[in-house]
T-cell receptor, first 114, second 110 residues
Framework: DTAVSQTPKYLVTQMGNDKSIKCEQN?????MYWYKQDSKKFLKIMFS???????INETVPNRFSPKSPDKAHLNLHINSLELGDSAVYFC?????????????FGPGTRLTVL | EDQVTQSPEALRLQEGESSSLNCSYT??????LFWYRQDPGKGPEFLFT???AGEEKEKERLKATLTKKESFLHITAPKPEDSATYLC???????????FGRGTSLIVHP
């Protein structure tokens, strides 16, 4: 009965590889997000997705791309991985697209690029 | 641009020693101020939403308050299990995405 789930939990890969992280929410929420948390624990928004429409895209490299097959899923694809991509990535969801909604986070995916 | 500053960066308390965490913010039209708790190796867990100055919310040993410029998370008689990083975020009329502060790492010693 997990609300927001992510797979894999850990991902270790070589520079230059392409990888994906999957996210699913069973809360019936309209909006999903991807965050990157650096070594200093700062949460930086990467993407926000609402009803298959990318509504906000922060200045992240175009090697990162969100894919939403349906309302309950928002996957993160990363091409040509770099050392600086190593971080913890969190998926989140909220009921509606609004600045007044709390977010529900997944458990995170720790990505290590060697 | 919305800004959120949390202080202190780290806080060590003895069990039972009450204290407060601060979250100062600058936003264009506050839509909501959010407090989250994050345990090591886990995602942030939602605690409270405050919408207007003067509002207060409580949950067990935690009490969140809000003014026009800042929010406080008061911890009364903390226990070791309250040890975590506490994150503050604000949602504004200018953005659909909440802006997060850098968090306060709280350690409660038995």
């Amino acid at each position: 009965d997990t609300a927001v789930s992510q797979t894999p939990k850990y991902l270790v890969t070589q520079m230059g590889n392409d990888k994906s992280i999957k996210c699913e929410q069973n809360l019936g929420h309209d909006t999903m997000y991807w965050y990157k948390q650096d070594s200093k624990k700062f949460l930086k928004i990467m993407f926000s997705y609402n009803n298959k429409e990318l509504i906000i895209n922060e200045t992240v490299p175009n090697r990162f791309s969100p894919k939403s097959p349906d309302k309950a899923h928002l996957n993160l694809h990363i091409n040509s991985l770099e050392l600086g991509d190593s971080a913890v990535y969190f998926c989140a969801s909220s009921p509606r697209t609004s600045g007044s909604n709390e977010q529900f986070f997944g458990p995170g995916t720790r990505l290590t690029v060697l | 641009e919305d800004q959120v500053t949390q202080s202190p960066e780290a806080l060590r308390l003895q069990e039972g020693e009450s204290s407060s965490l601060n979250c100062s913010y600058t936003v264009s039209g506050l839509r909501g101020l959010f407090w989250y708790r994050q345990d090591p190796g886990k995602g942030p867990e939602f605690l409270f939403t405050l919408y207007s100055a003067g509002e207060e919310k409580e949950k067990e040993r935690l009490k969140a308050t809000l003014t026009k410029k800042e929010s406080f998370l008061h911890i009364t008689a903390p226990k070791p299990e309250d040890s975590a990083t506490y994150l503050c975020a604000v949602g504004s009329g200018g953005s659909y995405i909440p802006t997060f502060g850098r968090g306060t790492s709280l350690i409660v010693h038995p």
